[in-house]
């Protein structure tokens, strides 16, 4: 069975996205990290895979503005940069949770 998340918070005075998921894990990620692993056509070429965005131009006080459900599957993001095109499915915002803590 799928993970998907019980709890949703975005922490805008630390700067971070709080995760809690169905296993009863959680994970606390900087807003920063978050929008670098944004999925989406402008971030990511979507022939090779490669990581087009310079995590260098994203802004150390970055936030999101909006944070939306799309379905029951994704989280849309729409951020203080002006970016708001990359849905976050569960299945990558836990590969990135998972990937920040490893």
């Known amino acids: 069975m799928a993970l998907s998340p019980t709890q949703i918070k975005a922490h805008r005075e630390a700067g971070t996205l709080f995760l809690g998921w169905s296993d009863g ?4 990620l900087p807003f920063k ?3 670098g692993e944004c999925p989406c056509a402008a971030c990511i070429d979507e022939f090779t895979g ?3 965005l ?3 131009t994203v802004p150390e006080t970055i936030i ?3 944070m939306a459900m799309t ?3 994704a989280l849309k993001f729409s951020w203080s940069d002006g970016h708001s095109t990359g849905l976050y499915t569960w299945d990558h915002l836990l590969s990135i949770c ?5």
Do not use: F, M
Request: hydrophobic share 15%; aromatic share 12%; proline share 4%.
């Open 64 to 66: 999101p503005e909006q």
């Open 54 to 56: 310079d995590l260098d």
């Open 98 to 102: 998972r990937r920040h803590t490893s």
């Open 50 to 52: 490669a990581r087009i």
């Open 33 to 35: 990290y978050v929008r």
């Open 71 to 73: 379905g029951n599957y």
């Open 25 to 28: 894990s959680s994970y606390e």
